[in-house]
Structures are given as structure tokens and as C-alpha cells.
DNA sequence: CGAGATTTTGAAACCATTCAAGCGAGGTGG
DNA sequence: CCACCTCGCTTGAATGGTTTCAAAATCTCG
């Protein structure tokens, strides 16, 4: 019953299944499949062992991914705002834990449900490829600024990178708390504050509220995460 | 062209081209594509910033991939042995290098043959995926590792690891230098050095010669990286 | 306005780094 | 064969940045 479908598309999308280097994958996911769930400020959208039988994608607000440690300590592995995907496992639990970070509103979508479309669609296929492969860019990078940048390089490069992607020229709004923060940045609580107070001494931020941002030295910030 | 063949595996493999949670691969690539390559001590495979046209696999000795960070340093992402693969990219470019540790032979695929193979063999595209999960996996145990853990639990851990991998019971060698042990571990080679004294000191490990470590208390070195 | 949570600030302790020197094995040349 | 050199490794002492413990300040919400 499948086969009229993939004889379709065949030829075309041959290249696409293993798009190592292909072009960006335009769009992303049909959005007609799954279901659009919503979820309160600090509600758990899967748990860290559960078995892995969806995929996420953020509509709107953030959301959180993290991981207890055995030491018990919280590993905040990204957080992820409207369009971003997350939850993609490789084995059959979640290895991570997702919460919403204030109201936020999240498309579910099963992975039986995706298996078929993969099968069908050549370009599904090579973005769910793309989507695995863009997660473990990203966790390289963690590893880079966890390996060696100092308390005030890895502040500095967060708020650069939130800024960026809340799309704000200057002022923005955290959406999540210091501790949130000090669990990416694998800081304490402490340290990241005392850092955001040092960076506005020194008159790179200002901080009108504990949760609001103004980057007032962009290029010395930029200079800093070297 | 390849109609023909796409319609002969579709049926079975519709679950296979995202195989978030399937049963481990067997196997792996087929062994008859690629050309094998020989590499002496230190040679590089590739470098960072070449286009990365090729999947590599080594079929004996080591392997050491890496990326130069902006400040210089080396962040070493892995040691491969026989039957492991390096060298899966997002990107069009590889953002790692990778040079031989000692002698070592290492199966080359290009990656227009992987797409081919892939878009014709649904266990092909799965193995694939599985890889690249597996290397996710892998960066994500790195993260762990690095947010807190301490120097020595850090050595303990790498030990074990290598020993598991080494498939020693007790005594093993090590391929690599102190250096590359630290640029892996993130610390500095003096505090790699004084580390493992001290494990020896404690009983816990044995170092007849620099390279070669005999694991006294596995259990307590166990207990060490909780 | 009051109570609890979050954030900030302070001081002391700790751990890894840095800088510096010594050790030891392997290789080369006299 | 031994002196010598080099390179990788080890050890020591001092420095410095982050953590820890503690307390004050600020914010938020009922």
C-alpha cells in the first residue's frame, strides 16, 4: 500500500535521506500531524526515564531540557523557544527531562507517526537527520564553553546567545532564573549572579530588573567570549 | 533506476529510516564499500575546516578526533578503536579533525555512496541514524562529565572507560599521551599526572610504566565517579 | 502588608592552574 | 659504550577563580 507513494518520490529524494551536507532543510516538520498540547509554568512535559515515544516542538513560550545527575545535580542541557524541537532520543527512553518554563504551548508528535512519513517522504527523513545532527552540534558546543571559558566568558556568551535568539537589539527578558542559568553554565547560583553584577559595574549590561537584560557594550561582551 | 529497488524494501523497512528506539543496529555498514587507508603515528585523517566528503570507521589501532578552540587550546571529542566511526558531520565541513594515535588502518566511505546506499536500503539509513544518535549520546556523557565532576573522578572514570574498552580485566596500555588524556578531560597535563600518582598512592591503581595502567580497586575507582 | 522565594553580597576555603624545576627513558654521535 | 640531548612525565610551591557557607536585600504573590 506504500509502494505507489515511495516510486513517487523516489529519484528525487535519494541524496536526501543521509543529507550529510545538504542545505538547510526548509520548514521543518508537516505541521498537520500530531496534536498541540499546553502546559503551565514548570510543568513536566516528559520525564527523565520515561519512554521516549514522541517528538517536541515548541509553538510558543520555553522550555527546558535537563538531566539529574547521580550527584544530584540538575544538568540543564538547552533551552528551547518557539519552532525548536526537542526530545529526540536515540534510545527507547528519554534520557532527559523536559519543563515548560513559564506558559507554553508544545507540539507532540508520535514517533510511529513519523517513522511512517519518514518512510514515505524523503524529505522528512533527511530533516529528522538534520534535526539529530543540529542537537549534537549544539552539545559540542556546551563542551567547548564548559572545557575551559571562565564564569564571566560563559555569562557573557549566554546572554549574547539569548539576545540573538530572542531577537532583541538590545533589552531582552529571561525567561528563566539564576539557578536555571548556573545549571546550563555548570556555575553556582552565586557565581553567575556576582558575575551579572560585575559585567554591569563594569558597565557592559544593565540590569533594570533582575530578569531583564540591556547589552550596553555589545562588542566588549562579544571580545569576552573569545 | 532505482525504483526498482526501493519498491523491493519498502514495506519492511517503513519503520527502520527513524528508528528512534529499534533494537541496536547489528552489524553496522556494509564492509564492502570504501577503500581501506593505512596512517602512521600522528598522521591526520582530516582536518577541521575540510569539506567533509567521507564517513570513516577504523579497523585497527586508534583514533583521536579534536577541535581547536578560538583561544588555542585542544579539546580532544573522543578516542576511537577498531570498529568504531568518526568523522559524521552536520555541516558541509568537518568541525573536528582526527589523527591517528599509532599505526592505524581506517575504512573510508564516501558519503555520495552512503546517500546511494541509504536511499536504496532501509537498514542502511537506520545504521546511520543510529551513529549519529550514538555520538550524541556519547557528547552528552561528556557534558556530564565535565559540569562537575572533580579531577579524580574524572581519571577514575577515564580509566574505566578505558579499560572496559580496551576489554582488560585488569592491566591495559595506554595509547595515548598525557596531553591528549588532559585535552580529553579538560585539565591540564601536570594535574592528569599528579592525579593518577595519587591513585597510586591510594592503591587504587598500579603504573609500572607510564602507559601501562593495572586497575588494583576497580571497585573503589567505581564508587569514586558516581 | 506580610511571608516565602529569589537574588545579591560577603568572607573563607578549596581545588585546579600556572610557573618552575627535576626525573627518566630513548636515541644519536663521538 | 658512554656522554649527551631531547621529549614526555612527574613533582613542588604559589596563585587565582569558583565554590561553599552565611546572611542581607529584593521581589512576588496572596
Known sequence: MYAQQIVAVAPTTAAAVFPLHAPAVEG?????????????????????GEKADC?????????????????????????????????IEGGATHRSAAEALGAATVQVVRRSTLNE??????????????LAMLGLQRSREHIAMLSHKTA???????????????????GFELPMSRQDIA????????????????????????????????????????????
Not at 521543518?28 to 527523565?48: C, K, N, S, T, Y
Not at 515548541?58 to 526530545?87: M, P
Not at 564571566?152 to 538590545?170: H, I, P, S, T, Y
Open 28 to 48: 521543518g516538520l508537516p505541521m498537520d500531524v500530531g496534536q498541540v498540547m499546553h502546559f503551565a509554568r514548570g510543568a513536566e512535559i516528559f520525564g527523565q
Open 55 to 87: 517528538l517536541y516542538r515548541v509553538v510558543s513560550g520555553w522550555v527546558r531540557t535537563y538531566r539529574i545527575l547521580r550527584d544530584g545535580r540538575r544538568q540543564i542541557e538547552g533551552f528551547h523557544l518557539a519552532g525548536e524541537y526537542f526530545g
Open 117 to 130: 512519513l519518514a518512510a514515505r517522504r524523503g524529505d522528512v527523513a533527511a530533516t529528522l537527520f538534520h
Open 152 to 170: 564571566c566568558e560563559r555569562v557573557a556568551g549566554f546572554l549574547l546567545d539569548m539576545a540573538e535568539r530572542a531577537d532583541a537589539a538590545k
Open 183 to 226: 545549571d546550563y553554565l555548570s556555575l553556582t547560583i552565586e557565581t553567575v549572579s556576582r558575575t551579572l553584577s560585575q559585567l554591569q559595574a563594569d558597565g557592559l549590561i544593565d540590569i533594570p530588573r533582575s530578569r531583564n537584560i540591556v547589552l550596553r557594550d555589545r562588542e566588549a561582551l562579544e571580545d569576552m567570549c573569545e
